[in-house]
């Protein structure tokens, strides 16, 4: 978590607003143990709708979204802004969407939430979820949850005509929600069922797409490697690789190196650990499918990767497996 005494005025209001809405503290402290309690707080609130559902992703967003009054609404085009400005700016008179054709344009704008002025407690849409696909449609599923998660932590504030999620958004609260909606999009007791009969294979991006096809087609790969690896019962951890510079050089030279992604309890315990930046090693079969395209699933030596200030990760035999995406490859590293 970030020093207390580095955070803006308002992100400590909104720390505090989350935790006095969920009953969990007076005030936000600095330390992880309130962002554990955020999430089973967040979670609590919605266990009592996923008894008798279907172990879907999607179907989990919708049940959520219909019991906490949240309205998706998806913009492709502007005529689907056309259509929203009718019915919310128009015949509902929110005079917040004035402002989505502006929002949407921007391609750093990755979702917004209304909550509208003029709804009644029993209208279905007094929140809505406006979901920017004019780009892609990658995070939609991701999207889907965050909104939730604001929903369920956040106490309503009608005198703020919406809130902004932005691509990649650092901003400590928008990173606590993250954590909200991941623990949510992949509820362990739907998600779970899933994962378990899998676990005595080899952890592959075969069965990532097994499981991303049975649970959320919608989801993305990413996020869906990163909750299989957070379930996994054996050290894991999941990386993307792409052609960056190195941080303390001139940026004329580009290598292959890691961004971690996901690392779960027993990966740290084993001190199984990939660095921002990190090199990825020619000889190590992620360097080969970035070459070649062709996925890749071996066993490997952790003694290979290197650091650049010296020394290796602590040596293990490891599964590897990888993934080309484009100009980048998604990769998993676990332990037997």
């Known amino acids: 978590m970030r020093n207390a005494n580095s955070r803006t005025l308002e992100t400590s209001l909104r720390l505090d607003a989350i935790v006095n809405h969920l009953g969990i503290a007076k005030h936000w402290e600095d330390n992880g143990h309130m962002e554990v309690d955020v999430i089973s707080a967040c979670r609590d609130k919605v266990s009592s709708l996923l008894t008798k559902i279907e172990p879907k992703g999607e179907i989990l967003a919708q049940v959520i979204a219909t019991h906490f009054q949240v309205q998706f609404e998806e913009v492709r085009t502007n005529f689907d802004i056309d259509k929203l400005e009718e019915v919310y700016l128009y015949g509902k008179k929110e005079l917040g969407f004035a402002q989505v054709r502006e929002e949407i344009a921007s391609p750093s704008v990755d979702a917004l939430l209304f909550q509208r002025i003029n709804a009644t407690s029993s209208d279905r849409d007094r929140w809505v979820a406006i979901l920017n696909l004019t780009i892609t449609e990658d995070r939609a599923y991701w999207n889907k949850f965050h909104e939730l998660a604001h929903r369920l932590a956040e106490p309503p504030q009608p005198v703020l005509p919406f809130k902004?999620?932005?691509?990649?958004?650092?901003?400590?609260?928008?990173?606590?929600?993250?954590l909200v909606a991941g623990s949510i999009a992949f509820h362990p007791s739907l998600f779970s069922p899933h994962v378990s009969p899998l676990q005595?294979?080899?952890?592959?991006?075969?069965?990532?797409?097994?499981?991303?096809?049975?649970?959320?087609?919608?989801?993305?790969?990413?996020?869906?490697t990163n909750a299989i690896v957070s379930a996994w019962p054996r050290p894991a951890l999941a990386f993307v690789a792409s052609m960056q510079p190195k941080r303390s050089g001139d940026g004329t030279r580009l290598d292959l190196r890691v961004q971690p992604q996901s690392r779960n309890k027993l990966a740290v315990e084993a001190?199984?650990?990939?660095?921002?930046?990190?090199?990825?090693?020619?000889?190590?079969?992620?360097?080969?499918?970035?070459?070649?395209?062709?996925?890749?699933?071996?066993?490997?030596?952790?003694?290979?990767?290197?650091?650049?200030?010296?020394?290796?990760?602590?040596?293990?035999?490891?599964?590897?497996?990888?993934?080309?995406?484009?100009?980048?490859?998604?990769?998993?590293?676990?332990?037997?």
Not at 164 to 175: A, I, L, M, S
């Open 164 to 178: 902004r999620q932005k691509v990649n958004d650092r901003d400590e609260v928008e990173r606590l929600i993250d």
């Open 200 to 224: 005595k294979m080899p952890l592959s991006f075969e069965i990532v797409e097994m499981v991303r096809q049975a649970y959320a087609p919608t989801a993305s790969l990413l996020s869906v």
């Open 271 to 336: 001190n199984l650990i990939l660095r921002p930046n990190m090199r990825v090693p020619i000889n190590s079969a992620v360097y080969e499918t970035f070459r070649t395209g062709i996925s890749s699933l071996v066993t490997e030596s952790t003694n290979i990767w290197t650091f650049s200030t010296g020394g290796s990760i602590p040596i293990h035999p490891i599964t590897l497996a990888g993934i080309s995406l484009g100009e980048r490859v998604y990769g998993i590293m676990s332990l037997s």
